[in-house]
């Protein structure tokens, strides 16, 4: 039985200060999905050859206005999207006034301004917005939303590339191609980037079950100036991550049933393959996270035909031939068969040496 806690995957990291669907709930680089209704939006006037807060854009390229409550937006054309999922598209908007950098998120509603996922999304943002900054720091902020029609139209805080995107782009940069031998070379860079992800799904774990776990639904943190992160080979601290995309996700205080027909079956855990609300926990998303690595460091894509045996064989092959390295231990921690056997997302443990990038 293994009992690592992938709170040891955090135990490191918190001593330092701080195909899918609907890739980058927040902002990112991947693909998700929204439409932005025409009537909605104004020819904006021509800038000058700034830029935008990020970079992304220069100001002339951003043609369209949007407002949103008190955000007065410029938005690229109709058909610039930065992300498209199974709900909703998410686009790039600037606020000059504020010289800040958003995500606007537009989900699809239908007739009656009904939508299950989105309705959930919306209660999980508007949730997170009555806690902390402290107690939400991980999580994709919301700044606001707006109820339009068939639409529902999230301003998200703006993040960096999906963690394979970002963690794969450093691999080329460094190697001049991509290949599995050179992602093996970045194992460290690797764990940094997963104390980032850890991180966050502790945080959420914190107030439920996030249900949606994968490589595309977390991104990297930008700094102040919005930037990504740019460490150096021998860096071991943390690349903090925002976990995004909640149309699934289970806030427990609140009551909420579990939408098992939107679900990646590909990356359910066992317990769940019959779609049974009594095996929800936060396991299952452990489970997803150790398919999440596991997927990242052996370039191995898990089908829906895929079971618990073919996920045991390529864990066997890991193990024979990287016995002891720590993307090797945490993924076993995770993909145990039986849920209470995985690791759990909790604060630090006793084992401050599982993410020694010396393993």
Known sequence: MIRFQLHIIL???????????ESSAGCFQSTLKHGTGKSELTSASQGGGDRCHCGRFTITELK?????????????PEDEKIGEGLFAHVKHAFNPKKNKCFALKISRMDRDGENNEVNREREVLDYFNTLSVQ???????????????????????????TLNEYFYQKVRE???EFHINNIKLERLLLTNILKG?????????QHGFHLDVHKENFLIAL?????????NRESNETIPCKLIDFNLSVITSKGHVA??????????????ADNNPANLSDKIDVWSFGIMVLELYTYFHYTENN???????ELYKLKRTEPSNIITRLIQACVQNNPSDRTAMEDPGTNPDFLNPNS
């Open 307 to 313: 079971d618990f045996d073919e996920v045991t064989n």
């Open 11 to 21: 135990a490191f990291s918190l001593t330092l200060p701080n195909l899918f669907r």
């Open 259 to 272: 939408h098992f027909d939107h679900m990646i079956k590909s990356i359910n855990a066992p317990e769940i």
């Open 197 to 205: 992800a850890a991180q966050a799904l502790q945080q959420f774990h």
């Open 135 to 161: 107690q939400r720091n991980h999580i994709i902020q919301m700044y606001a939303r707006e109820h339009r029609r068939t639409k529902m139209y999230f301003l998200l805080e703006l993040g960096g590339k």
């Open 174 to 176: 460094r190697h001049g």
């Open 223 to 231: 700094d102040e100036n919005q930037s990504e992160p740019n460490p």
């Open 64 to 76: 369209n206005e949007f407002k949103i409550k008190k955000f007065r937006l410029k938005i690229p």
